[in-house]
């Protein structure tokens, strides 16, 4: 007995030294650790790294940018089943320990002794905070101290619900997807309350090992995992028996769900991003920015959809030039090799590209990207007519084996709705009345053809320069090069609106006569003479300015340029934000030569619409964090009449609080009485000269101009109202013909047509107001004098200071007008 006292004292004592040695060893660590851990008090304060998104004025999401995908939430958004089932799979004393897991500990030492190595860390969730937000994933005996010390110190500093909360928001559960919410997006397109109990585990399975348990890759490993979840949750009574029986044998429904914005803006999208990163660096992907942008979304999808139309109708007009490519096919392929084949063409169609599989004389069989047998009927590939030259088209086929064969790689979409089987068509193999297995039907495709022409379209808000609406090409994923900001193309005579309103400026009027007869520059030095036409190759004589705008005369462009000298003229149109070093110093002014971009074009116009203030345009309005609070906020020039600018002042004297939402008026840039008389002018553009295909919107308050460079290599259209201003390029990135035919009433018109029409629906008329110093007065439609007896009269608009003179009783001569000018008057160097 006294033995046996003797041993349990020196096993207590044993016991005690060895606690005591281990507290000491502990004491030890941590002493020497401390020093170096971070302050677990700053979780309280912390900065998930979270993309930026971009939003629309409408609050519509149009990207997502930044390596991790996270949107994090507060812990009451979570639902209680996920969370059961993350601390049924990870930590399932949670709400009982002070940070670290005794027993998990004491089952990772018994397997270092046995091993040798570290296999499990029996870590807490606490403890996966700790590593997550402050340490590396190295496997090391000071890492795991500090996991320890930093768990014990984050217990102390925060609540259980703030702990799980950082820990569902921080944990990476593959795919990109960073937290729970991405998660659920990621794997089920869900939100967090629309998550089952099966989905909710098969998430909570991912930490472990987001790869080897990905339910996208890995189903029956992650079907493994979730089950053994479930187990744990009906053992630790979080769910029922029956809860458990139905969500085990519920069927896996993952799947990766992309990115999914509320519209595809992708050419905007852009240009925010690369503001984002202006204003904060490569920061602006990690620090959860959003990014609120000018552009409306029904307006952005209206601007591309009128894009994509016109290209493919211009695309229509000009014939089927050849398939994508061809692949020689064995006949052994499968339909995993096939789709391997198809993947290579995605970025080339904004289609379903399709390989063909058979042929026929009236039918042609195919194999579709998305894994569908189709087949185009003759009736649907009349788009086949044959491209000859960029003016002519052959006849559409009659026979298809003659224009496609086996290995053709084409572009095809589905025949509407009839794509879709109904319930009574067989999408299987079935049997048929005779008993034999009937081959399913083919769906219906019809024949297509990316364009290889391109457009921008860009739209502003004249009273500030905001940007409506942008589209930069037919399609981003085919090119991203955004055409509507970067590309310099000609406007042709688009360009004259600023000329002829130079010529207002310098006190022409409307109705000042200008000779459309022909001009000729010869120098001795060149072998060819410059001889500028008319689009039509007719001259018309003594022409009022008002006429040849809206018909577009060249001859009566270059006279006027010509007679107002070109330096005097750039001094004005330079006041419209364009570069004067992309404007040429000769009388190819007057014709558009200058490159410019559409978004230059437009902010003039813009200019013009809003009566001739000065604005810039701009897309980002405002950006803030994840808070909610501003960090940047834009700061446009405003348009502000007579009445805004009193109000304006009286409110800055009285330092009214309405002070702090100052803005600044826009300069005036041009003669307003001038502005006025031009948008009339432009308006009979419209009405009876080449842009008066946009009748058809039966607007009285829009007006415009058409514009198409030499050979047709460029067609433009550009109008407005005082309330929208929108600007069509349309031409090939390497400048070559349209075709003889399109002109920027046929290729540019109809694509601001679709745009307008939406964007000023159900909008009242929206008129220039007419300023003071204007008069309205009867002339003679031939010589532009004022006149109350000739046969053919008309009123117009003149500056009180430019009244015309009474006509006299007979005409003035024809002789007193330039025809052709000597070379001592004009020389080649002046031209070119």
Known sequence: MARFVRLSTFFAWCTAAAICGAGILLSAFYLYLAPQLPDAAQLKHT???????????????????????????????????????????????????????????????????????????????????????????????????????????????????????????????????????????????????????????????????????????????????RDWILSRMLELKMISSLDYSEAKNSELTAGYHGIQPDLAAPYVAEMARQKAVELFGSEAYTLGLNVYVTTDSELQASAQNAVVKGLDDYDKRHGYREPLDHVELTGEENDVAKKQILRNYIAKTRFTPAVITGIEPESIELFTLSGEEGVIHIANASRAAPFVNINKVGKAPTDLSEHFKIGDIIEVSALSAEATPSEDTPTEASADVSGEIAEAPRLPYILEQSPEAQSALISLRPEDGAILALSGGYNFRMSKYNRAIQAKRQPGSNFKAFIYLAALEEGNTAAT???????????????????????????????????????????????????????????????????????????????????????????????????????????????????????????????????????????????????????????????????????????????????????????????????????????????????????????????ETLGRREYGSRAALPIWMDFMKDALADTPAAHLAQPEGIISVKINAKTGLRTSYAEQTLFEYFRTENKPEEERATPPSLDQFDTIPSESTARPEDIF
């Open 47 to 225: 900065q998930l790294q979270t993309p930026m998104r971009v939003y629309t004025s409408d609050n519509k999401k149009i990207a997502e940018f930044g390596e991790k995908r996270r949107s994090p939430v507060d812990i009451s958004e979570i639902p209680t089943t996920l969370t059961s089932a993350f601390i049924a799979a990870e930590d399932n004393r949670f709400y009982e320990h002070g940070g670290i897991d005794i027993i998990g500990l004491g089952r990772a030492a018994a397997q270092l002794i046995q091993s040798g190595r570290i296999k499990t860390g029996g870590s807490t969730i606490t403890m996966q905070v700790a590593k997550n937000f402050f340490l590396t994933r190295e496997r090391t005996f000071v890492r795991k101290f500090n996991e320890i010390f930093l768990a014990i110190q984050i217990e102390q500093a925060l609540t259980k619900p703030e702990i799980l909360e950082l820990y569902l928001n921080k944990i990476y559960l593959g795919n990109r997807a960073y937290g729970v919410k991405a998660a659920a997006q990621v794997y089920y397109g869900k939100n967090l309350d629309e998550l089952s109990l099966a989905e909710s585990a098969m998430i909570a399975g991912l930490p472990k090992a987001p790869s080897r348990f990905n339910p996208i890759v890995n189903p029956d490993r992650a079907k493994i995992r």
């Open 513 to 735: 006569l200008i000779n459309d007869a022909p001009l000729v520059f010869n120098d001795k030095n060149l072998e060819t003479s410059w001889r500028p036409e008319n689009s039509s190759g007719k001259f018309y004589g003594p022409t009022r300015l008002r006429e040849a705008f809206y018909r577009s005369r060249n001859l009566v462009s270059i006279r006027l340029l010509k007679s107002m000298g070109i330096k005097p003229t750039l001094k004005h149109i330079t006041k419209f934000g364009f570069n004067e070093r992309d404007l040429p110093k000769d009388l190819s002014l007057a014709l558009g030569s200058a490159g410019i971009t559409p978004i230059d074009v437009a902010a003039g116009y813009a200019m013009i619409a809003n009566g001739g203030h000065y604005i810039e345009p701009y897309l980002v309005t405002h950006i803030e964090n994840s808070k909610g609070e501003t960090l940047y906020k834009s700061d446009p020039y405003v348009v502000c009449d007579k009445i805004c600018m009193v109000e304006k002042n009286a409110a800055e004297e009285e330092n009214d609080a309405s002070t702090e939402e100052s803005f600044k008026p826009a300069p005036r840039i041009a003669d307003a009485r001038a502005v006025f008389i031009l948008h009339s002018m432009m308006k009979d553009v419209i009405k009876k000269g080449t842009g008066r295909r946009a009748s058809a919107l039966k607007r009285s308050d829009v007006g415009g101009k058409t514009g198409t460079t030499n050979d047709q290599k460029d067609a433009w259209f550009s109008g407005f109202n005082t309330e929208v201003a929108t600007s069509v390029w349309v031409g090939f990135d390497n400048p």
